[in-house]
């Protein structure tokens, strides 16, 4: 920046206060720059800030913090649920799990006139369909139990829906016709029998002896059809069974025998070990 003692003698007022304007707004640069850097330096610093101790900044949006056992513990995961359900509803009704998945969420919230929705709309798109069937005699089930709490008119819609679909049959009598026309699927009888479990839990040898056979007269023997008996067998969905689930690992492990849900526990070798040579 020039000084104005040393060219003043030598400038006409006129040029001397031209120069004197342009070194104020050189002085008013300099120091708006240093301003704006000022500011720059605090913004970077308060980021950092907030990075190390958690906190949003200050002209962000309030988020939460980003937990993973808070995540994976959520206060209501019906909720949750929902939330997730809702755009599947509208962008994949055409796929049967949506709505058997919708089933199971509004049966745990207890709304019967959404049950019926999601079981109307699974039914529509397949009758026949093996993990339908549970939904429909829990349904039957919970309407028993809930005979003479529904409001009239809510048991009367349900009443008139149902009708076609289950034709006027109790969850009992609905589970025997389906396993008779559906026994030669393993899938089929698996859902079936789970279903006489639930229902009666004194038909638990009756109920594993048909889920675990893995007989040649038995169709769509498959890995993963194996692979959800055994889950529930371990799961106690059949009631306490140690020996039907080692019984049945061993058969679906030489059925199989290279997939990692049937191979047995090996015993731990210790290769480190090392032995005194004295």
Request: proline share 6%; net charge positive; aromatic share 4%.
């Amino acid at each position: 920046m020039l000084r104005v003692g040393c060219v003043s003698e030598n400038l006409a007022p006129a040029d001397l206060k031209k120069l004197r304007n342009k070194q104020r707004k050189a002085r008013r640069k300099a120091e708006l720059e240093k301003q704006q850097a000022a500011q720059a330096q605090e913004k970077r610093e308060q980021h950092n800030k907030s990075r190390q101790q958690g906190d949003a900044e200050p002209d962000a949006p309030q988020q939460d913090e980003l937990v993973p056992e808070k995540l994976a513990r959520i206060e209501d995961p019906l909720e949750h649920a929902i939330k997730f359900l809702q755009p599947l509803q509208t962008l994949a009704a055409h796929r049967i799990e949506t709505h058997l998945m919708a089933f199971q969420i509004y049966y745990r919230k207890q709304k019967p006139l959404l049950m019926l929705q999601s079981i109307k709309r699974a039914h529509r798109l397949d009758p026949g369909h093996p993990e339908l069937h549970p939904c429909l005699v829990i349904f039957l089930q919970s309407l028993s139990r809930w005979k003479g709490i529904l409001d009239h008119p809510v048991a009367m819609v349900i009443s008139q829906e149902m009708e076609p679909i289950t034709k006027d049959r109790n969850a009992h009598q609905l589970n025997k016709q389906f396993l008779g026309n559906q026994s030669h699927l393993l899938d089929a009888r698996f859902e079936a029998a789970r279903m006489m479990h639930h229902l009666d839990s004194s038909t638990q040898q009756e109920a594993i002896t048909l889920a675990t056979s893995l007989n040649k007269d038995i169709g769509n023997i498959t890995l993963k059809t194996c692979v959800k008996v055994l889950q529930a067998l371990r799961n106690g969905e059949f009631g306490h069974c140690p020996a039907a689930v080692q019984d049945y690992q061993v058969r679906c492990h030489t059925r199989f025998p290279y997939a990692q849900a049937f191979r047995p526990s090996s015993p731990v070798c210790d290769n480190n070990h090392i032995t005194d040579s004295n």
